[in-house]
């Protein structure tokens, strides 16, 4: 007998459930725990991450962490004034 033949309009008879349950199983999907780290790792792992972890070491190698652009500017605007910082 075929699986479509077996199904009527209003559902699968009971004989016919019992029959799948027994030779499929239940239809449940099971829960997967994953470590913390890999979870973090897996979530770094694409274009988008690797681009930004460029910048932060382009940035720290070219001296970035002493200070911005925006900052460079307003002291030499100060300067430039005669005002010392």
């Given at each position: 007998m075929?699986?479509?033949?077996?199904?009527s309009?209003?559902?699968?008879?009971s004989d016919?459930?019992?029959?799948?349950?027994?030779?499929?199983?239940?239809?449940?999907?099971?829960?997967?725990?994953?470590?913390?780290?890999?979870?973090?790792?897996?979530?770094?792992?694409?274009?988008?991450?690797?681009?930004?972890?460029?910048?932060v070491?382009?940035?720290?190698?070219?001296?970035g962490?002493k200070?911005?652009?925006l900052?460079?500017?307003?002291?030499?605007?100060f300067?430039?004034?005669g005002?010392?910082?």
């Amino acid at each position: 007998m075929s699986m479509a033949a077996s199904v009527s309009a209003t559902g699968l008879t009971s004989d016919e459930a019992r029959r799948r349950l027994a030779a499929y199983g239940t239809n449940a999907v099971q829960d997967v725990v994953q470590h913390p780290i890999t979870l973090t790792l897996r979530r770094l792992w694409a274009p988008v991450p690797w681009m930004l972890e460029a910048a932060v070491l382009l940035q720290l190698a070219l001296g970035g962490g002493k200070c911005g652009a925006l900052e460079t500017s307003r002291l030499h605007a100060f300067r430039s004034r005669g005002k010392d910082v």
